[in-house]
């Protein structure tokens, strides 16, 4: 089986503008997890989504938002980008949710100038 | 809210040498599962080991175990025979066993194992 995967692998943006992160999620695996990592906050949740569905959103302002298709696919968004805003962001999948172990993807390196 | 910490920020030792990694964490929670993660340069995370907090015998991964003390709240992975490939981030997590799938980290230990 394919692992996770995300794309692109590497982003670079100016501030104030927008940018569109993609997750596949291994096949059959419905629940798809989102991650900051950064030196100085470390690995930072930001929202899960099952089923179409959000279930969770970590603490972060509403710049940051995301979505899940039909085929399990995800997408997040960052609009009005701010230098903060550059980070390695990690995707996760598992089966279902509730399921104990999830699956990383190797992550997009957003750089924000 | 759970919180995990990593008192250890890096740690280095020979190969073949058995190195501990200390984690400790607080949740309000009864049930709930502990992992640990490797992060090896420029790769991908993956799952090293993992702990149901209802379980009281120590997970063990081959050269990969665990000492998980719930009332101390503590959660120590040993790794024996370290081998170069070790060399890695490791991070401490923490999750509910209900509801998302929001796994809590501690900062990591920067492990290196030398030749």
């Known amino acids: 089986k394919a692992g996770v995967t995300q794309t692109p692998r590497y982003l670079i943006k100016t501030r104030g503008q927008q940018v569109t992160l993609s997750c596949s999620p291994i096949?059959?695996?419905?629940?798809v997890s989102w991650y900051q990592q950064t030196p100085g906050q470390g690995l930072q949740f930001l929202f899960e989504y099952f089923s179409e569905t959000q279930r969770n959103k970590g603490n972060f302002p509403g710049r940051f938002s995301g979505r899940q298709f039909s085929n399990s696919r995800s997408e997040m968004n960052v609009s009005t980008l701010e230098l903060g805003d550059s980070a390695l962001y990690l995707c996760?999948?598992?089966?279902?949710?509730?399921?104990?172990?999830?699956?990383f993807g190797p992550g997009t390196r957003l750089t924000v100038l | 809210a759970q919180t995990v910490t990593q008192s250890q920020p890096e740690m280095s030792v020979q190969e073949a040498e058995t190195v501990t990694l200390s984690c400790t964490y607080d949740?309000?929670?009864?049930?709930?599962?502990l992992f640990w993660y490797k992060q090896p340069p420029s790769r991908q995370m993956i799952l090293v080991i993992r702990?149901?907090?209802?379980?009281?015998q120590n997970a063990t991964e081959n050269r990969f175990s665990v000492n998980f003390q719930k009332a101390a709240k503590s959660f120590s992975l040993k790794i024996s025979d370290s081998q170069l490939g070790d060399t890695a981030m490791y991070f401490c997590a923490i999750r509910d066993i209900q509801g998302a799938q929001k796994l809590v980290f501690g900062q990591g230990t920067r492990l290196t194992i030398n030749p």
């Open positions: 996760a999948s598992s089966l279902v949710t509730g399921s104990y172990e999830q699956f």
């Open positions: 949740t309000s929670e009864n049930n709930y599962y």
């Open positions: 702990q149901e907090a209802y379980k009281q």
């Open positions: 096949s059959g695996h419905r629940s």
